[in-house]
């Protein structure tokens, strides 16, 4: 059973770029929510409890965001795998930053029910 506060969306994909005090690592973003997302990046991945920042496009129509938030979980790279990942949830967001990922949201869901 899934434990979590809000629904999240997937296959939603975006690329992002993870900031974790001075270091900036290449990312994606997977399985948004209004509480906060998936993060995959190359090398290790921020420790849980770390507070971090992903630069992130969520929409095609919006500009480059600075999400702030706290890592509830890391691991990886597995062996062979050249990513890691970890959960990530939003921390004191704007109005505008929560508006803009409950438009990420909704337009996935647009676009997911046009293709159905």
Do not use: N
């Not at 997977?30 to 990046?41: H, W």
């Not at 929409?59 to 990513?83: C, D, F, I, Q």
């Amino acid at each position: 059973m899934d434990k979590r506060e809000a629904p999240r969306v997937a296959p939603y994909l975006a690329s992002c770029r993870v900031v974790d005090g001075e270091r900036k690592t290449p990312g994606y973003m997977s399985d948004l929510s209004t509480k906060g997302a998936r993060v995959a990046c190359e090398g290790p991945a921020p420790a849980q409890g770390a507070s971090v920042v992903l630069e992130v496009r969520l929409t095609g129509r919006s500009t480059h965001s600075r999400l702030g938030g706290l890592v509830k979980w890391s691991r990886g790279p597995e062996a062979g795998e050249e990513l890691s990942a970890f959960g990530f949830v939003f921390h004191d967001l704007t109005p505008a930053q929560a508006a803009e990922v409950e438009e990420a949201i909704a337009e996935f869901k647009r676009r997911a029910a046009a293709l159905s």
